[in-house]
Nanobody
Framework: QGQLVESGGGPVQAGGSLRLSCTAS????????MAWFRQAPGKEREGVAA????????YYADSVKGRFTISQDNAETTLFLEMNSLKPEDTAMYYC????????????????????WGQGTQVSVSS
């Protein structure tokens, strides 16, 4: 049981920054994996970043390495995605997700391992 709700999206100019937040209710923050995915129109949903909650190790898509940072607050009630140096190709609906199975890290970017999903928050980067 649980629900995730994203916030913080909006329009931003290329080169700018945004911080997305994902708040959880129920038992979602007891899960092994928390992640951010994004989906642009006509494209597959892709993994952006993930955190393994047992040791806080983080994982990133090559396209966002060095620009995005995933983290949790100390109480583990909120998941964040700090996005810097935004590019037009970052434009997408961003989703928070949680997995309650101890999957191998090789699967972190596979949407099918995540049980809970938020409704998404739109990020639109203009050039």
């Amino acid at each position: 049981q649980g629900q995730l709700v994203e916030s913080g999206g909006g329009p931003v100019q290329a080169g700018g920054s945004l911080r997305l937040s994902c708040t959880a209710s129920g038992d979602t923050y007891s899960n092994y994996w928390m992640a951010w995915f994004r989906q642009a129109p006509g494209k597959e949903r892709e993994g952006v970043a993930a955190i393994y909650t047992q040791d806080d190790r983080t994982y990133y898509a090559d396209s966002v390495k060095g620009r995005f940072t995933i983290s949790q607050d100390n109480a583990e009630t909120t998941l964040f995605l700090e996005m810097n140096s935004l590019k037009p190709e970052d434009t997408a609906m961003y989703y928070c997700a949680s997995a309650n199975t101890d999957w191998s890290a090789v699967f972190w970017a596979h949407p099918t391992i995540y049980k809970y999903w938020g409704q998404g928050t739109q990020v639109s980067v203009s050039s």
